[in-house]
Structures are given as structure tokens and as C-alpha cells.
């Protein structure tokens, strides 16, 4: 057999390998209808943000694709395919709607594995005028609803296994460092959280830790985070990762008890990370200023930044207080039907 006539039979399109994929594909349909159910019995309103966006966030470690709009006039300007929905969305809290969510397709470029895919679907959801525990409790329901709607005890991936019906745990993003990696992480911190890369350079070696060259505390606090203290949680039960320093949380409010820390909290099962949600910060000055540093961090590191949205900015001075949430469709997916990688619960896969 040709190279080409046996990539040909084992490509997703293949009659054979869809009829294998098929079920999954169709408890994907199952999750979906189910999550619309829930959004819909919660008065969400659902609503169907463009992906094509002058600005496709503002953060330092994401990656737009890029492309061109050209108008009427054969001229063309820069447009991004967003990295998700969320200026949009705020916009819209700032016209005036109250409770909404998204279910789309969003693009990161650079993201590739098996939790990762360059083209994926995202469940966005906001709640103006309510406490993030609102949405944490969203979070927590969706889990058990996929785990109900397929019909399984547990969410599973690769060995691990989570029991969404259990009480989750909230664990502060300190307490997490302190627990699985022996890390001080507010000693590297100053009391209105600005941070210092030498100090936690110096804690990683004292406990025998590999330091890179760029010590920079945001990229060292990653490489602790995916390395020591991500593959900890989730592990028999939900995991809340809450209180993320203020450095880690560019469109968070922060926390009204502690200004080292913010009101952002990641929601893990089984290792994997699930959700990405906040407080959401509504100071437009302190935003724009936050947009700053990241795109001049994202310029040192990758030699590339991406305009602000000013139109976002200005939406921010009418934006009530507000929570609202990331989470990543595919994953929840994946666990909920136990698939080893995120191409197996997709219709059809990116190209490679």
C-alpha cells in the first residue's frame, strides 16, 4: 500500500473510522443539548459574538492567527480571529443585558496536544450584579450534568478519575504552591502584589529545582504550576484552584480582603483544567494599564503585541460589577466520555 492510500485509511473521513468515533460524537450532541437546557432553565441568554476582531486579547501567552479584512476600496487593515469572546460579551453586560453565554468556536494559534487544538468550542457565561461563587456553582452543575447525561459515575483521563458528585475542593492558588511544591509564593510578593522573580528563583533552587535563564516570576510561576501542582488537582473530586495572584489575572478584579491576590479561579478534574473564570475588573484605567504590561511582556518574550480595544475600554466605564467564566467544551467532553485526546470528540479536526 502507498503512503498516501494509508494515510487515506486512517483519516477521520474514512467510513470505518467515523462509525468508531461516531458514539462519542453523538454524547458530544447529548452534552450540548444538555448544556443549552441548563443555560435556557437559568434565564441565560444566548448570544453569537464574531469571530473576526481588531483585537484578539491582551494577553501575554496567547496567540491569535491573523488575518486581513479588505474593504470596499481594495484597501486592507489587520484583524485577528478572537481567542475568545469575552470583549464582546463585556460589551454587550455594558448595553445592558444582565445573564449571557456563549457556545462558539474560538482560535489559539501555537496550542496543540491532547487537551489542546488550534480551533475549539468554548462555553462563555457571565452574571451581572452576582459573587463568583455564582458561577463556580455553574461550573460544578455542568460537570455533574455531562457526568449525568452520559451516564457514568465518574469523569475520566487517561488513569485519573473525578467524582463531580463529590463536595469539591477550593484550594488558593498559595496553598496549592505551599502543598505540592513547597513554594512561599507571597514571599515573592510585595503587599500590593507586585513580584519578584529573583526571590522565587531562589526558593526553586534551594529545593532543587531546574531555574531556566529567563526568570521573569510570571514564567516561573507557570513552570511550577504545570509542573508540580496542575497534575495534583482534580484528582477523586472537583478542584477549585481560587485566589490567583494579582499578577496572573489581567481582566480580574482584585480580592477586597488581600491586593496581592485576585478573584480568579480555575476548575480542574482529573489533572485537566476545565474553566477560567473572575471577578471581572470594570476599572478601565486599571485595565488599560494591565493591557500594557502584558502586550510589552508579550513583545520581550515572542516579539510581537496586539492592539487594545478601545472600544472595550470605553464599554468598561458602563459594565456593572460582573462574573463570568471560560470553559473549555471539548475537555468536558473528553472526560465525560473518558476519550484519550480532544480530535476524538471533534467533528472534523483542523488539518494537519
Known sequence: MS??????????????????????????????????????????????????????????????????????????????????????????????????????????????????????????????????????????????????????????????????????????????????????????????????????????LELGMAVPIDRSWSYLFSLILTDKVEPQLGMGRITVLDRYPAAEAALARRASDDRRVSERFELYACGVELANGFGELTDADEQRTRFIAEMAEKERIYGERYPIDEDFLAALALMPEASGVALGFDRLVMLATAAPRIEAVLWAPVAQ
Open 3 to 204: 503512503h498516501s492510500k494509508s494515510l487515506q485509511a486512517s483519516a477521520w473521513w474514512t467510513p470505518s473510522v467515523h462509525a468508531d468515533r461516531r458514539p462519542i460524537l453523538m454524547a458530544r450532541n447529548r452534552i450540548e443539548a444538555a448544556v443549552r437546557g441548563y443555560l435556557a432553565g437559568a434565564d441565560f441568554v444566548l448570544v453569537d459574538p464574531p469571530g473576526l476582531q481588531r483585537s484578539p486579547g491582551n494577553e501575554t501567552h496567547l496567540h491569535a492567527f491573523g488575518t486581513q479584512m479588505i474593504g470596499n476600496d481594495g484597501v486592507g487593515e489587520p484583524m485577528y480571529l478572537h481567542t475568545s469572546p469575552e470583549f464582546t460579551m463585556k460589551k454587550l453586560l455594558a448595553a445592558g443585558e444582565t445573564r449571557i453565554a456563549s457556545l462558539g468556536h474560538v482560535w489559539r494559534n501555537r496550542e496543540r496536544s491532547a487537551l489542546h487544538h488550534p480551533e475549539f468550542t468554548m462555553l462563555e457565561w457571565y452574571r451581572a450584579g452576582e459573587a463568583y461563587d455564582a458561577i463556580i456553582a455553574d461550573c460544578v452543575a455542568l460537570l455533574r450534568l455531562a457526568a449525568q447525561t452520559t451516564g457514568v459515575a465518574m469523569l475520566r483521563y487517561k488513569s485519573f478519575e473525578c467524582d463531580p458528585f463529590a463536595e469539591p475542593e477550593r484550594l488558593s492558588v498559595v496553598d496549592a504552591f505551599a502543598r505540592y511544591a513547597g513554594i512561599d509564593l507571597f514571599a515573592s510578593m510585595d503587599a500590593d502584589g507586585v513580584t519578584d522573580g529573583d526571590v522565587l528563583a531562589q526558593q526553586m
